[in-house]
């Protein structure tokens, strides 16, 4: 199936830091989503992404839609503590969606 | 409220037995899927469907069956031919559904999960 690669695997930052992840796929997606999952529970929709270059806000979280169209990154302004569980990155570049192997993060207060 | 409810949350299952888990959604949506979450791995395509009585492999489909017999309902079976059935498995779905060759543009949406334990 369709590889998505996503780093970092797993970050401990200090409450208030930034964050930074990214994904990166071997084929062009015409959509990327990022997702925020607690443990026992389903992924949640962050942000969605339609257009190269397209840059959209959700609160602390923005995230980017590569130019490239095979890239996308979240990052995540002033982390506080219910930051903390595990983000994927998807995209359909056809008529599946696929995902990336996930960013644990640990917000340390 | 609209959303997708799969059910139950937790099971056991005794080696060699089958099981069906529920996954129904209000959204009108038209495509849905099925996806495998193993611990601290991503998650990976067991079957999805893009319109009712029509539905595709995804990259594990091997020891689960589906059906698409309505449009908000798309049951999962896993069955004893399944080797390591134990995971967490989560339903989805999405807008698009003009077909499987269509592009597939829209947001998925996913339910809560069910937790599957084979003992």
């Known amino acids: 199936g369709q590889q998505l690669n996503q780093s970092p695997q797993s970050m401990f930052i200090q409450e208030g830091e930034d964050v930074s992840m990214n994904c990166t796929s071997s084929?062009?997606?015409?959509?990327w989503l990022w997702y925020k999952q607690d443990p026992g529970e389903g992924p949640v929709l962050l942000i969605a992404?339609?257009?190269?270059?397209e840059l959209t806000s959700n609160g602390r979280l923005t995230a980017q839609f590569g130019i490239t169209r095979k890239d996308s990154f979240l990052n995540i302004s002033a982390s506080i503590p219910s930051d903390v569980g595990i983000y994927f990155c998807?995209?359909?570049?056809?008529?599946?969606?696929?995902f990336g192997t996930g960013t644990s993060l640990t917000v340390i207060p | 409220d609209g959303g997708i409810t799969q059910s139950p949350k937790y099971l056991f299952r005794k080696e060699g037995q089958n099981v069906t888990l529920s996954c129904e959604q209000n959204?009108?949506?038209?495509?849905m899927y099925w996806y495998r979450q193993d611990p601290g791995q991503g998650l990976r395509l067991i079957y999805y469907s893009q319109i009712v009585n029509d539905f595709q492999k995804g990259d594990i489909a091997e020891g689960y069956s589906v059906s698409r017999e309505k449009k908000e309902s798309f049951p999962l079976t896993v069955t004893s031919a399944q080797k390591n059935p134990t995971a967490f498995y989560l339903c989805?779905?999405?807008?698009?559904?003009?077909?499987?060759?269509?592009?597939?543009?829209?947001?998925?949406?996913f339910g809560e999960g069910s937790r599957l334990t084979v003992l």
């Open positions: 992404l339609y257009k190269a270059g």
């Open positions: 989805a779905s999405s807008i698009d559904g003009q077909g499987w060759r269509q592009r597939n543009t829209g947001e998925l949406f």
């Open positions: 998807a995209g359909p570049p056809g008529n599946q969606f696929y």
């Open positions: 084929s062009i997606f015409n959509t």
């Open positions: 959204l009108n949506h038209d495509a």
